[in-house]
């Protein structure tokens, strides 16, 4: 049972120390937010991610959230996810979130794979015991073989994607955060790689998907929202969401 | 901003009992430093006991001392005042060197802070050798009071948690506080009875050393390293720090554990 309700929120980034290096905090934060001056003497530079962003998704739904570049996509994975609070409006979240922004957090390139499969599935909310009952599907995943015992700082960058791909995907999520979709490795791998994500998918009660791929989003869900400037322009159909954006874009 | 002590709360309990994660977490923080050299964490102890044996022999000249007695004084000292300076100094990057991880993650950053307070601790007990070197050399007594080293380093490491949760958050929001108290530990050291007794500064400034908190954190560890109990008023305001610490960093850290990820 899962159940995500997202009410009137709002975040808005604080720009500290933008003296110094105003425009790359603009550009590294949001680009296409709304950047604002706040406070006494207008010395609070605030960006707004989001403004009042509703939401209500339960068991079955597949979200995909469409924009441009600082639409807001992220920023609103990142409050589904818990990380940032928002500065107005309620978020209500019941049930385990799995955010894969990125798959492999808490990495370190000087362990070994063993140990970093520890590492980050402890990260990705698994226990112990998750982790050890799925520590051969894994292995076996990677095709890393007898890599898996050696530093990950050794491997090339497609192994090092594939074991960050097969950590990730080996979880039981209840709801599932993806940003731009999860990808790894050559041709044969992206094969057994789409069937692992379509099973992650699968086993989870709710999908929020956010990309500016109309494809990815047509593949995987089954509703979707145009973000613009930190609003929610078009909620609905996933068709019609898309034919949104698509006359968004052309009107440029 | 409704039940903010009932948010701190719950994120220090589920992140303290989360101590599979945070002494990982730590343990492989001294791994990582050391990667790829032979002896490991004990580069650490070996420069430490270096400089405490050279030290301590030119100054017990010095100062017309025995360095039988001196000796074993400066390295309890030494030791206990690394530690608590390490947690400090550490604490005050706890949170913007998890960066990455708050960022993707929701989890109780109090994990982060435990960690530190952990790894210093881990560290202190490397160190250690140096001291039982020393005390064979120097034939310290083992008395009762040494077992009180236990309930120190234990009130070291709670208070190291909140040390490191409030430091952590106020180097987040303004960078500036580490380079303060970076300084301001560096004088400290000197100022602290570590090197000297606090009855060496005479009777005219004795009594300062009883409102230096950093002077009874280390005297702690220090006493009953050295077989006595440490004083009464040692204990008491370890104790009072422990709790009006805890008093403010939950109320600082239920404030303002929610605006963290953006000050990062």
Redesign the interface.
């Known amino acids: 049972m899962a159940l995500i309700v997202v009410e009137d929120v709002t975040v808005d980034?604080?720009i500290?120390?933008f003296q110094k290096s105003f425009r790359k905090e603009i550009f590294v934060r949001a680009i296409g937010g709304l950047i604002r001056r706040e406070g006494r003497n207008s010395s609070r530079v605030t960006v707004q991610a989001l403004e009042n962003v509703s939401l209500k998704l339960g068991d079955g739904d597949r979200l995909g959230i469409l924009g441009a570049n600082g639409a807001g996509k992220s920023t609103l994975l990142?409050v589904l996810?818990?990380?940032?609070?928002p500065t107005a409006g309620r978020v209500l979240i019941e049930g385990r979130?799995s955010?894969l922004?990125?798959t492999s957090?808490?990495l370190?390139m000087?362990?070994t794979g063993y140990e970093n499969i520890?590492?980050c599935g402890?990260?990705?909310g698994m226990t112990?015991e998750e982790i050890a009952g799925k520590m051969a599907e894994i292995a076996d995943f990677t095709e890393l073989g007898d890599y898996l015992a050696l530093p990950v700082r050794t491997y090339s960058t497609g192994m090092l994607a594939r074991l960050g791909f097969a950590i990730a995907t080996a979880i039981d999520p209840e709801i599932l955060l993806l940003d731009e979709g999860l990808g790894a490795g050559d041709a044969r791998f992206a094969e057994r790689a789409k069937k692992r994500v379509d099973a992650l998918v699968e086993r989870s009660n709710v999908l929020v998907l956010a990309s500016h791929s109309e494809g990815l989003i047509h593949s995987m869900c089954n509703r979707a929202v145009l973000l613009h400037g930190g609003r929610v322009v078009t909620a609905g159909g996933v068709e019609e969401v898309i034919e949104a954006y698509r006359r968004m874009n052309a009107a440029g | 901003m409704m039940p903010q002590y009932e948010v701190a709360l719950a994120d220090f309990a589920e992140g303290i009992s989360a101590w599979?994660?945070w002494g990982?977490?730590g343990w492989?923080e001294i791994?990582?430093r050391y990667?790829r050299t032979v002896i490991g964490p004990f580069w650490t102890t070996l420069s430490l006991g270096v400089f405490i044996v050279v030290l301590g022999i030119v100054w017990a000249q010095l100062w017309r001392q025995d360095p039988k007695a001196y000796l074993p004084f400066l390295c309890a000292g030494m030791l206990a005042w690394t530690m608590v300076a390490g947690i400090i100094t550490e604490g005050c990057m706890a949170f913007v060197a998890g960066e990455?991880?708050?960022?993707?993650?929701?989890?109780p950053h109090s994990i982060l802070s435990c960690s530190v307070a952990w790894r210093n601790l881990v560290v202190f007990l490397h160190n250690l050798v140096i001291f039982a070197a020393i005390a064979v050399y120097a034939g310290v007594p083992v008395t009762p009071a040494s077992l009180l080293v236990v309930p120190g380093l234990v009130l070291v490491w709670v208070n190291g948690v909140w040390v490191a949760t409030v430091l952590g958050m106020a180097c987040a929001?303004f960078?500036d506080v580490q380079q303060v108290i970076t300084s301001v530990l560096q004088i400290s050291m000197f100022v602290t009875p570590i090197f000297f007794t606090p009855d060496q500064l005479g009777p005219r400034f004795e009594g300062f050393v009883d409102f230096n908190v950093l002077f009874h954190y280390v005297d702690i560890v220090r006493s009953p390293l050295l077989g006595r109990a440490p004083a009464t008023w040692s204990w008491t305001v370890t104790i009072a720090g422990t709790i009006l610490g805890w008093g403010f960093t939950l109320w600082a850290y239920g404030r303002y554990r929610?605006?963290l990820?953006?000050?990062l």
Do not use: C, E, H, S
């Open positions: 980034f604080p500290y120390g990142r996810a818990g990380v940032y609070a979130v955010p922004f990125n957090p808490g370190d000087d362990d520890w590492t402890l990260f990705l112990r | 599979r994660m990982r977490l492989q791994k990582r990667r990455g991880l708050i960022k993707q993650l929701r989890f929001r960078r929610g605006r990820p953006y000050w």
